[in-house]
Nanobody, 129 residues
Framework: QLQLVESGGGLVQPGGSLRLSCAASGVTVDSYGIGWFRQAPGKEREGVSC????????NYADSVKGRFTISRENAKNTVYLQMNSLKPEDTGIYYC??????????????????????WGQGTQVTVSS
């Protein structure tokens, strides 16, 4: 069974950077598209970024384009989210998730949460001075 564990969150000042990691275990993650989501207090969960199984396709929410970069190292069974120029509005719990469905569907990039079947427990990111 695929399990995901996020790490790398913390407290950072505005303008700072963090790199989140999503480590998979139980199943090799190289056949799964992976998404990053976040949920701020009092708000709904939103898609932040996604990457296809091969890494050849990525997508970003408009609010993070040009600041966040998603990447993956399938040999390490890990997906990363590099976050630069952080803003207070980036504060929230960040989750990674693996696409569900058949082999073709689950390999794809996507940012609709209902398309994801395996979720990590989340890591807190706080951007504050």
């Amino acid at each position: 069974q695929l399990q995901l564990v996020e790490s790398g969150g913390g407290l950072v000042q505005p303008g700072g950077s963090l790199r989140l990691s999503c480590a998979a275990s139980g199943v090799t993650v190289d056949s799964y598209g992976i998404g990053w989501f976040r949920q701020a207090p009092g708000k709904e969960r939103e898609g932040v970024s996604c990457i296809s199984s091969s890494g050849g396709s990525t997508n970003y929410a408009d609010s993070v384009k040009g600041r966040f970069t998603i990447s993956r190292e399938n040999a390490k069974n890990t997906v990363y989210l590099q976050m630069n120029s952080l803003k207070p509005e980036d504060t929230g719990i960040y989750y990674c998730a693996a696409r569900s469905g058949g082999p073709l569907l689950r390999s794809m990039c996507g940012m609709i949460s209902s398309s994801f079947g395996s979720w990590g427990q989340g890591t807190q990111v706080t951007v504050s001075s």
